[in-house]
């Protein structure tokens, strides 16, 4: 039976060694019969936004860290965002994922204090059945979501807090260093 990931964290679960998805944390924005797409939650370009897009944004946009969201068309803009009270958020509770430009700039206009976004360029999709199969195979560990995990915390420490609450083999793993030779 399909169940939709939608809305959850996504972690490498120690079995993508090597890959682009090495450490990763996802977060699944759409996930049907069609297939699925996320977002690399901890992953920098290493630049700004102000360094990667040619406009009119506020500063408090053009100042933040661009994050690569996948492999897939890495000039392909998305954004999350999160407030107080988002009604039609499509992701989750209170986050929405937006991919225009004019979006983003209509949100920079307005004013909020409880506004979050985080922008990125590029995304991890999937084909009809292959996250599922994936899943299967027991690539990824799942997580829930919450807007604090995706929008507030360290991204160069979220896959190994999120590893270490998993407790267990998850923690020991989370306390690895990143290329075992070094071990």
Not at 13 to 36: M, N, P, W, Y
Not at 67 to 87: E, I, K, N, R, Y
Request: proline fraction near 5%.
């Amino acid at each position: 039976m399909f169940q939709s990931l939608k809305g959850q964290l996504l972690l490498d679960g120690g079995k993508l060694q090597g890959s682009f998805f090495h450490r990763t944390v996802l977060l699944i924005c759409q996930h049907d019969s069609e297939g699925a797409f996320g977002l690399v939650l901890n992953r920098s370009t290493g630049n700004k936004v102000g360094d990667a897009l040619v406009a009119d944004l506020p500063d408090s946009f053009k100042e933040q860290t661009l994050f690569l969201g996948g492999p897939v068309q890495p000039q392909a803009l998305s954004f999350l965002h999160t407030d107080s009270f988002l009604p039609d958020a499509n992701v989750m509770a209170n986050v929405n994922l937006e991919h225009s430009l004019d979006s983003l700039l209509e949100l920079g206009e307005s004013f909020s204090p409880t506004r979050q976004v985080k922008i990125f360029a590029g995304y991890a999709g999937w084909s009809p059945g292959q996250l599922d199969d994936e899943m299967r195979r027991e690539s990824w560990l799942t997580h829930e979501a919450t807007c604090d995990l995706v929008f507030s915390f360290p991204p160069d420490k979220l896959w190994r807090n999120i590893m270490r609450q998993k407790g267990g083999k998850y923690r020991l793993m989370s306390d690895a260093p990143e290329d075992l030779s070094w071990n």
